[in-house]
């Protein structure tokens, strides 16, 4: 199985996923920062939030964010990580996914994450296919984030060029750490009278260490068991030949314990 042939096969795939449909809702939210990004340390599942005692209706404001994923070189999935510029007001010097609230020329959430990814780290959207928009989170001041999930296929034509004043540097990960009990610990938390597990990642490459957690841990370990259930899938159709493609990885090392529950 060649790797182009196995992304189209992908990309095919995660197309047919649909994640459950939008609010038409819009309203004030309070966790995004003072240049309209994303991030919280606390949150639920939307379907979750929903089962939550004693909600109250409300108006969630929106946002999107950007897993972009490519194939490394030894053929892995890697997904496209941003650390904050230290100048920042709020969670300065944390890692993000690249993404933010929505504007009122979005036309969709992909619209969002992919002009978000342009003005952070300067990639362009015509070299991002996205594939899937994954369930929306709310976090815990009740913004709505949709994880829009894209390819980028030619990794070469990405040339990044960071906005200083919101991204201090940009790098990679594998995808499959986030399947991984390496490099990881959990703390016990409680929100809306439940108790959760927030899970930090340990991440070093060359001389920079990071820690990847809240709301963007939640959302890769997310987009993580949808590609387990895809190349399962893949697998089942076609079995021949699909167990040398180097993604195939992921389903080696799925933990039986995936589905427990995450906070973000």
């Known amino acids: 199985m060649d790797s182009a042939h196995g992304l ?31 991030f919280s340390s606390l949150g639920l599942a939307e379907t979750a939030a929903a089962d939550a005692p004693r909600l109250e209706r409300f108006r969630p404001k929106r946002a999107a964010v950007l897993i972009c994923l490519f194939e490394g070189d030894l053929g892995e999935l890697r997904v496209i990580l941003t650390k904050r510029s230290s100048n920042l007001s709020t969670h300065s ?17 992909a619209d969002t994450a992919t002009r978000e990814a342009k003005e952070e780290i300067g990639l362009d959207p015509s070299l991002v296919t996205v594939v899937a928009l994954l369930e ?14 894209g390819i980028l296929t030619d990794k070469q034509a990405f040339k990044p060029k960071l906005n200083a004043n919101e991204v201090e540097t940009i790098f990679d990960a594998p995808l499959e750490m986030f399947l991984k009990d390496q490099n990881r610990r959990s703390e016990e938390r409680e929100w809306m009278g439940e108790k959760f597990l927030v899970h930090f990642f340990n991440f070093e490459t060359g001389n920079n260490k990071f820690v990847i957690w809240g709301l ?7 987009a993580m068991n949808k590609f387990i259930l895809v190349l399962s ?13 180097e993604p ?4 080696k090392i799925h933990r039986s314990d995936a589905s427990q529950n995450w906070i973000i």
């Open 93 to 109: 010097g944390e890692v993000s996914l690249p993404g933010g609230k929505a504007e009122e020329g979005d036309k969709d959430d």
């Open 233 to 245: 899938a893949l697998l089942q159709m076609h079995p021949a030949g699909w167990e040398e493609w």
């Open 8 to 38: 189209c096969e992908l990309i095919q795939r995660l197309r047919l996923y649909e994640a459950p449909p939008p609010s038409d809702d819009d309203g004030d939210g309070a966790d995004v920062d003072e240049r309209g990004k994303v």
């Open 136 to 149: 929306p989170f709310l976090s815990r001041h009740l913004l709505r984030v949709v994880p829009v999930v």
């Open 248 to 251: 195939f990885n992921l389903l």
């Open 216 to 222: 963007t841990a939640r959302e890769l370990h997310n």
